[in-house]
């Protein structure tokens, strides 16, 4: 039973690393590809401790691979929006909103 | 082969695109190829880990882990003002 658990961890692991690069690829923008950083990084990283688990119980390892889990889910906020920031300012010259910006998503009015 | 090594053998399959974002098209791209290069590289090297059952290296793919934040940090800093 355990084992099968773990093989099932593992799987989901390979999975869901494939989606986040597929999903790379697939998107048109920078801005759009950075949410798929999130598949290896949070989805990924926190389904190893529990395979961890199943292979060597309560052990240093997965001590560490709970503290890994734990860095990339932190860090995968701070660098996605650290980058998305870049892009921004890269490409418009500053990060606050100012008047004049060409305003990104506009909601259409409903036809009366 | 264990099922690690199968899972480490199909994440490593994964470097593949990242390479391919990473070396071709603009500077955005190939800074978004590497950020998801690290993440996959830290979870790769676990399974290694857990494959070859020695548990010991854990601590490879934690530095990375940790590492990682300050990279992806840098080359955005960069990639703002200077590249």
């Known amino acids: ?23 790379m690829l697939r998107m048109r923008d920078p ?6 950083l999130s598949f290896p990084a949070a989805v990924a990283a926190v389904l190893l401790p529990f395979a961890f688990l199943c292979l060597s119980g309560w052990s240093l390892a997965t001590l560490k691979a709970t503290l890994i889990a734990l860095f990339l889910l932190a860090s995968n906020a701070v660098v996605t929006h650290a ?22 998503f506009v ?4 036809p009366q | 082969m264990n099922g690690w090594l199968m899972a480490a053998y199909a994440v490593g399959a994964c470097l593949a695109p990242c390479a391919f974002v990473c070396l071709h ?7 978004v190829g590497f950020e998801m290069s690290g993440a996959i590289v830290a979870v ?6 857990g494959g ?32």
Request: hydrophobic share 50%; net charge positive; with cysteine.
């Open chain 2, 44 to 49: 790769l090297l676990s399974l290694l880990v």
């Open chain 1, 107 to 110: 909601r259409e009015k409903r």
């Open chain 1, 83 to 104: 980058t998305a920031r870049a892009f921004r300012v890269r490409a418009i010259g500053h990060w606050e909103p100012r008047k004049g910006d060409a305003v990104e």
């Open chain 2, 25 to 31: 098209g603009r500077p955005e791209w190939r800074l």
């Open chain 1, 31 to 36: 801005n759009q590809a950075l949410h798929y």
């Open chain 1, 1 to 23: 039973m355990i084992a099968m658990v773990e093989d099932a961890l593992l799987a989901a692991i390979a999975v869901s690393c494939w989606i986040g690069c597929i999903g």
């Open chain 2, 52 to 83: 070859t059952s020695r548990l010991v290296f854990m601590d490879l793919p934690l530095t990375l882990a940790i590492l990682n934040l300050g990279g992806g940090l840098v080359f955005a800093r960069f990639l703002e003002k200077h590249l």
